[in-house]
């Protein structure tokens, strides 16, 4: 498998635009993640999903953020309208849900998207 | 609210030397894992830990895991030039409501 597969790697784009950040997690894993990382804030978890449904988003910072994921190999990040203070590395991870005892299981990050505002 | 405080923030140090890493918080967590990222690069897991007071080794590094389940370290033995990086620990409270930890930036100096 070719791991979390991400894109664009680096987006540049003038505020106010729309952005759209795509990934295709491990095939047959159950979990999505999107995560935002910046040297101020570190890597902060923004929504999470089980089996395509959205489970938890409260760590999306404001409306103009929005994620979606229509089948189990594809989900976007979006933001609209795009501002300066949304620059960052937007990270995806998939993972299985944990086996039996388990309490927990390793999420598999993309490369991760350089997002730079302007 | 950053629950899961390292220190330190930033490390400098000699290829052959020794180190510690901290990851602390006020909460406890069911499991803790480590992460290393490399530049340009997502984080890949080290370990994972979940039994208090637990401790395991993967090669030169060793993580262990409070006895309260609040707090982890990780200890590098005889770093090399390959361990540099930002190190990341990961609190987990349920299945995959994971918080990472600021991270520490390591840089092991030939």
């Known amino acids: 498998d070719a791991g979390v597969i991400q894109s664009p790697r680096h987006e540049v784009t003038e505020m106010g635009q729309e952005v759209t950040l795509r990934c295709k997690p491990i095939s047959g894993h159950d979990y999505l993640f999107w995560y935002r990382q910046t040297m101020m804030r570190g890597l902060e978890l923004l929504i999470y999903f089980n089996n395509n449904v959205p489970i938890d988003d409260s760590g999306m910072p404001e409306d103009r953020f929005s994620a979606k994921m229509p089948n189990a190999s594809f989900s976007t990040l979006k933001i609209q309208p795009s501002e300066p203070r949304d620059s960052a590395v937007y990270f995806c991870a998939s993972s299985f849900l944990p086996g039996p005892g388990e309490v927990s299981t390793e999420a598999f990050f993309g490369q991760g998207t350089r997002l730079t505002v302007v | 609210t950053q629950l899961l405080e390292q220190s330190p923030q930033f490390l400098s140090i000699q290829e052959g030397e020794n180190l510690t890493v901290y990851c602390n918080s006020s909460s406890v967590f069911s499991s803790l894992q480590w992460y290393r990222q490399e530049p340009g690069e997502g984080p890949v897991l080290l370990v994972t830990?979940?039994?208090?007071?637990e401790v395991k080794k993967l090669k030169r590094l060793t993580f262990q895991f409070g006895d309260a389940r609040k707090d982890s370290s990780l200890h590098i033995t005889a770093a090399q030039p390959g361990d540099t990086g930002l190190y990341l620990c990961?609190?987990?409270?349920?299945?995959?409501?994971?918080?990472f930890g600021t991270g520490t930036k390591l840089q092991v100096i030939p």
């Open positions: 990961a609190g987990g409270k349920g299945y995959q409501k994971v918080t």
């Open positions: 830990v979940v039994t208090g007071g």
